[in-house]
């Protein structure tokens, strides 16, 4: 069955949806619903002929008969969230089972002005705010998963930091799907707002409670007003059956830095798209990422990089290893738009391939209109070095565990990036796990 014509049951579960949000002071939001379902059902899935998406396959996403889910379906205790949580790091926790926002697992302590919450509350509570950034930046005109998440939005989370505003802790947002009797998806939509001479940090985590097939179809736009400092995490480690898709839409003002980090780890079809604009002059990015495959998961990194002004940094660094029959893609893209004199951009993407059978497509991309720049990129694949093995079996350590140490350095390239160190820690954890001989690695730090 074609991929272009697996668009009618969402255009049905629209009709549902778009009923049910006007009778529930949502109306304000139907033209841009309707205008993004409209535009999904133009657009279709995208399939392999689509350049963006010449390597992934989202096949198995179109061909799911996905069931959006219902209240009444079973909610976890706190305890089944206890490996989720960092150990020594306090948190704004944002809890949300199969795509809707739970009070009863969240922990919020909100400082003078800044509020964090649930999207869904406001839209209402909020619309004011919501109206000038809700829908303003991830634009659906040339993006399918983007314009089916506009469509289908209900909640997620809602964070908007007043000028000069510097949070201490980090706002977690936890997004668990559980074992469901059919397959579910859940469109989580998070808007940030961060407003000038802001600092703060947002950890964006998708997790699986079960084996059950879901399908996440995530979208977060970020707005980092000028001088403003924000980093942002996005943890992905579903089960093995999980979909998901998420987009990152950061829009930077003036003098601003962000850093995007983001561990992939779950999953069986994983797309990421970072695409973060530097609108003010003076911006600074940085766009870190590891993704780790095995089996016959396929994970697919989508950077586009803009710098509209002048004066700006960006640098991105990826490193992938990849084992069993697994695949990955990295597409990365920085445009340097005709006014954005004085850029210096650096893109890196580097992978290692630990079976025959793992394959890795790779394409840095430089699109440059303006004279007076700085542009790098490049791209590596191998494997481990048989030299550096040998030096450590020379020592006195075995094979595997050889091996699995420089695998855990290469990684440990891009965590160390990484400047919160119980978020940090955790994740090494997390690393150390997955590699071969991962528990006796983890012992032993």
Not at 62 to 81: G, I, N
Not at 105 to 120: F, H, I, N, Q
Not at 143 to 160: I, K, S
Not at 356 to 380: M, R, S
Request: glycine share 8%; hydrophobic share 40%; net charge negative.
């Amino acid at each position: 069955m074609a991929v272009r014509q697996e668009t009618t049951r969402y255009v049905e579960s629209f009709d549902q949806l778009d009923t049910h949000a006007a009778a529930n002071g949502q109306a304000w939001l139907r033209p841009i619903r309707r205008a993004a379902i409209a535009r999904f059902s133009e657009l279709g899935f995208p399939t392999t002929k689509d350049e963006d998406w010449r390597f992934t396959s989202v096949a198995p996403i179109a061909q799911t008969a996905f069931a959006r889910p219902v209240d009444d379906q079973a909610k976890p205790a706190p305890h089944e969230l206890e490996p989720f949580v960092f150990s020594g790091l306090d948190c704004h926790r944002l809890v949300f089972v199969n795509g809707r926002y739970s009070p009863r697992l969240s922990s919020l302590g909100e400082p003078p002005g800044v509020k964090v919450g649930s999207l869904a509350r406001a839209i209402t509570a909020e619309r004011g705010l919501l109206e000038r950034h809700l829908g303003q930046y991830a634009g659906f005109h040339e993006d399918a998963f983007c314009a089916l998440n506009t469509a289908f939005l209900e909640d997620g989370a809602f964070v908007y930091l007043p000028r000069g505003t510097v949070l201490e802790v980090p706002i977690h947002l936890l997004y668990v799907s559980t074992e469901t009797a059919e397959p579910i998806i859940t469109h989580p939509r998070n808007l940030v707002v961060a407003e000038e001479d802001c600092q703060a940090t947002v950890v964006e985590d998708y997790v699986s409670l079960g084996d059950g097939v879901a399908f996440s179809n995530a979208v977060t736009e970020l707005v980092v007003g000028p001088n403003g400092v924000l980093s942002h995490y996005l943890i992905e480690r579903e089960s093995v059956q999980a979909f998901n898709v998420s987009t990152l839409r950061i829009q930077q003002g003036r003098s601003s830095s962000v850093a995007s980090h983001s561990v992939l780890l779950g999953g069986a079809l994983v797309r990421n798209n970072v695409h973060p604009v530097m609108a003010g002059e003076g911006c600074d990015c940085l766009i870190n990422g590891l993704y780790m495959a095995t089996g016959r998961q396929h994970m697919d990194n989508y950077m586009k990089v803009e710098h509209a002004s002048a004066h700006c940094g960006s640098r991105q660094f990826y490193h992938g290893i990849l084992d069993g029959q697994s695949r990955a893609v990295f597409h990365g893209r920085i445009i340097v738009h005709k006014d954005a004199q004085k850029t210096d951009a650096k893109q890196t993407n580097r992978n290692l391939l630990l079976s025959e059978d793992a394959q890795i497509d790779t394409k840095p991309q430089l699109e440059i209109y303006a004279d007076d720049v700085k542009c790098t990129h490049g791209a590596t694949i191998g494997q481990i070095n048989p030299e550096a093995i040998f030096y450590l079996r020379s020592r006195g350590m075995a094979k595997e565990a050889a091996r699995a140490l420089l695998l855990f350095a290469f990684a440990e390239e891009c965590l160390q990036r990484m400047k919160i160190e119980p978020i940090r820690k955790y994740l090494e954890g997390l690393v150390a796990k997955w590699l071969p001989q991962g528990m006796l690695l983890e012992d032993s730090r």
